[in-house]
């Protein structure tokens, strides 16, 4: 192409050859354009082209990939996704398979190259406090340059929810305000549910009693109750599959997986609070906690007689120093949200007092769950230097119910009971193995020299019901799951009629079948958690995608009807001829103060 | 009427005078549109088109208000001249061409490379000509708009006969984009049939989702 600089283009009057024959070559018909007869819409169901405004464009649906079992069950659910809307809605749809990071960043980004996102979200247990994840729907982090909303979902009402229950201590009014939050996202269909993730695994009977899996936490490595309860049946040690990040390094604090923490600040240390087998929140460490009327002052009372693998006290000073160092050192931790603290106290041997800036339930209910107590003389070199920081693998000293008899990292570790906890007593060594992909790990599993496996997709779960009759399975249906991430910003994915028309035509059941093998329920209620999360107001309070687990055709339409949409005679969806097609923001801002009072 | 032939006959009457395979107007041509502006009666678009020789309702399309009459009438007086025949539909995309290139070319450097330039506050009249067209509006210091334009030009690489495409400036013709086509921001793709928006296309697309919105365009009517 020729190039013009502007100097030139504002005295050129020439154009490129080929763009004229391009303009002049179009062919014509005979008379007037419009006159042949067609017309712009070529006749439609709605009777006359004043009745449809303009055609709904393809849509991009992007998945992530790279995430093997994951990946496997949302390409399975993709093309049932395409088909629904494009059979039953009139609407083309592309699907687009991209790394999840490309994917986060473009939509956190409000980049606007795809008009939904077909994802999962992980069952992390800290996320049975809702505050993080309501948190990531807020208004003020949506739009271009803001910390990142994945639906770019922008409304003050949920907002300020979300916002006041994190500085609310009665539990009471925090609840209602957390169920406030979670109706408001559902009547505006922030997401479209699918279904709740599988977490599922197997075993082998003549090697170890599986215990702690059955009450709502499942066969997850992030459940500890999993480690804590199963016993060997044939010798002393169960065997079981590690992901890498598991053991990646000691200095655990640095990694961004949520993965690491099972062993760290569960099995090898122990945090306060944690969340048991049933989803609850129960004290280890902490033999009570009381708040302050205002909330601002915690003080925990730790277990007398808890000690650490050499025999050292677990004592408020240890507690003391694992806070500071978390919270002083949060840019090198990717975990750890800073806390808004004015000090934190060893009154005396037992006894903590957290000095909080505001109200911070979350305290309890999503901090401490996360963090092991840390042996003091042990992590101290970490204070001065904590991305670098390293324990001796020789001599790892914690606070759990399990100590480390060895540790090689990226491969494996072992572990052995810890007699003298306060709370647990194991009666069996763990050795968590890494295996180099999910066929391996089957093979693994088939020879026998994995006692049990955890989180595993339900194609292996299946080959193992098929080809072990004498293994073990078990299913859980996860608190969170896989959902549509409609772009509230622009586009049809805008209109609150087209993502209720949306979420109704959706086949879950077939879903389901292909990608799940039927082993869950679907989700029919436009909220982020499902059915087992402790912060779900009852169904009755809440939007209902559908009744029908398969879909529902004709109500998609009717909503859609009703609101002014229509088809044309190529069954194509057109907006209503009075649609306003401009953004809730422009691409590359972010939503207004003036238009969204809560972000002032 | 065959592509080349169009743009081959305009420029042996001397309507366009061609130089590094680039096109222009002739000074001549410019003239006598000048002329014929100068000299022609604008009071009543009656009198206006018993001074051009033309079938019926052929210039319809440029009657709809009095600065589109005094835009595009002379020039259809001049080219009646210049052909020495009746001004029939198969001439009728050439002025409002001519029109664009009697004035300064709109900026172009940023949009593909078969994509002619117009300038957006004349885009109504133009469309309403073509049955299928693209309009591709862009702007400046836009990364979104650099990649939408490679995606268009890996798409539109082998033109369609049966799609006209053009671009849009966007900066310069905010107000008028807005006004007649709702259009705000860049990059936007138009897709237009009959000289109405079916469907737009706003920010970067895929280049599945741009070459699904040309198939439709092109086809849900039929093969042309």
């Known amino acids: ?600 | 009427m065959k592509n080349g032939t169009l743009v081959d006959r305009l420029t042996r009457l001397g309507v366009l005078v061609e130089s590094d395979n680039r096109l222009r107007l002739s000074e001549s041509f410019d003239s006598a549109i000048e002329e014929c502006r100068s000299t022609m009666s604008f009071s009543e678009p009656r009198d206006v088109l018993e001074e051009i020789r033309t079938d019926g309702e052929t210039l319809q399309p440029f009657l709809d208000s009095k600065e589109s009459e005094k835009r595009y009438l002379p020039i259809a007086r001049a080219l009646e001249s210049a052909l020495d025949q009746t001004v029939t539909s198969e001439w009728l995309r050439a002025i409002p061409i001519i029109d664009q290139l009697a004035d300064t070319t709109p900026r172009s450097s940023g949009a593909p490379e078969l994509f002619f330039p117009v300038h957006g506050d004349r885009l109504q009249v133009l469309l309403s000509l073509y049955p299928r067209s693209l309009v591709y509006i862009w702007r400046e210091d836009c990364e979104p708009c650099d990649r939408m334009c490679e995606t268009l030009e890996a798409v539109l690489s082998d033109p369609p006969e049966d799609v006209a495409l053009f671009s849009v400036y966007g900066p310069e013709y905010a107000d008028s984009l807005w006004e007649t086509y709702d259009a705000y921001g860049a990059p936007i793709v138009l897709f237009v049939r009959d000289g109405s928006v079916e469907t737009r296309l706003v920010g970067v697309h895929h280049q599945v989702v741009v070459e699904n919105e040309t198939d439709i365009l092109r086809n849900d009517w039929g093969p042309v």
């Open chain 1, 1 to 600: 192409m020729p190039v013009i600089d502007s100097e030139e283009q504002d005295s050129d009057t020439t154009v490129n050859r080929r763009r004229i024959l391009q303009a002049l070559g179009t062919t014509t018909v005979a008379g007037l354009a419009g006159c042949s007869g067609t017309g712009s819409n070529g006749g439609n169901t709605a009777g006359s082209n004043d009745e449809l405004g303009e055609r709904v464009p393809t849509q991009t649906l992007a998945y992530w990939t790279g995430l093997g079992g994951t990946t496997a069950t949302l390409e399975t659910m993709a093309p049932v996704v395409q088909k629904n809307l494009q059979d039953r809605l009139g609407v083309d749809v592309e699907v687009q398979g991209r790394e999840l990071t490309a994917v986060l960043g473009s939509a956190m980004g409000d980049k606007r190259e795809y008009d939904m996102i077909l994802g999962t979200n992980a069952p992390d247990p800290s996320r049975l406090d809702p505050t993080e994840v309501l948190g990531m729907y807020e208004a003020g982090r949506a739009g271009a340059g803001n910390p990142g909303n994945i639906a770019n979902y922008a409304d003050c009402s949920y907002t300020e929810f979300s916002q006041q229950q994190r500085t609310t201590i009665d539990e009471a009014e925090r609840a209602d305000l957390i169920h406030s939050a979670i109706q408001q996202f559902s009547e505006d269909v922030g997401v479209i549910a699918i279904s709740p993730r599988v977490i599922a695994g197997a075993w082998h009977p003549d090697q170890v009693s599986v215990g702690g899996h059955d009450s709502g936490a499942g066969m997850d490595p992030l459940n500890p109750y999993v480690y804590y309860e199963s016993e060997a049946t044939d010798g002393d040690t169960v065997v079981s599959n590690a992901n890498a990040v598991m053991v990646s390094t000691t200095n655990f604090p640095t990694v961004a997986s949520p993965r690491i923490h099972i062993i760290w600040s569960h099995l090898i240390n122990s945090p306060l609070v944690e969340y048991d087998d049933s989803l609850e929140l129960r004290n280890v460490l902490a033999e009570e906690y009381t708040a302050s009327e205002d909330g601002t002052t915690i003080t925990v009372t730790l277990h007398d007689d808890a000690t650490f693998h050499n025999g050292d006290p677990v004592t408020a000073e240890d507690v003391r120093f694992t806070y500071k160092l978390l919270w002083d050192n949060a840019d090198a931790y990717p975990q750890v949200t800073a806390m808004p603290y004015e000090s934190i106290e060893a009154v005396d041997e037992t006894t903590v007092e957290f000095n909080m800036k505001n109200p911070t339930p979350v305290l309890f209910t999503k901090v401490w769950p996360r963090w092991g107590i840390l042996h003091k003389e042990s992590w101290k070199p970490a204070m001065e230097n904590p991305a670098e920081f390293s324990l001796d693998t020789d001599n790892i000293i914690g606070s759990g119910p399990f100590q480390v008899d060895s540790f090689r990292q990226g491969q494996m570790i072992q572990l052995s009971p810890y007699g003298d906890h306060p709370v647990f007593n194991p009666k069996s060594r763990q050795v968590m193995q890494v295996f180099q992909g999910s066929e391996s790990v089957f093979r693994a599993f088939q020879n026998g020299q994995i006692s049990m496996i955890l989180m595993q997709g339900m194609d292996t779960i299946t080959r193992i019901r098929d080809e072990m009759e004498n293994a073990k399975t078990h299913t859980q249906d996860s608190y969170l799951g896989a959902q549509i991430w409609p772009q509230h910003s622009y586009g049809a994915t805008k209109f609150l009629k087209f993502r209720q028309a949306a979420g109704a035509v959706l086949d879950r059941q077939q879903m389901i079948a292909q990608a799940q093998y039927g082993e869950v329920d679907p989700s029919l209620y436009p909220t982020i958690f499902r059915g087992s999360h402790p912060s779900l107001p009852s169904e009755d309070q809440l939007y209902k995608h559908t009744d029908d687990p398969a879909g529902n055709e004709e109500r998609g339409r009717q909503l859609l009807r009703e609101a002014g949409w229509g088809w044309d005679n190529n069954g194509r969806l057109h907006y209503p001829p009075d649609a306003d097609l401009t953004p809730l923001w422009p691409q590359g801002e972010s939503p207004s103060p003036e238009e969204y009072p809560c972000l002032q």
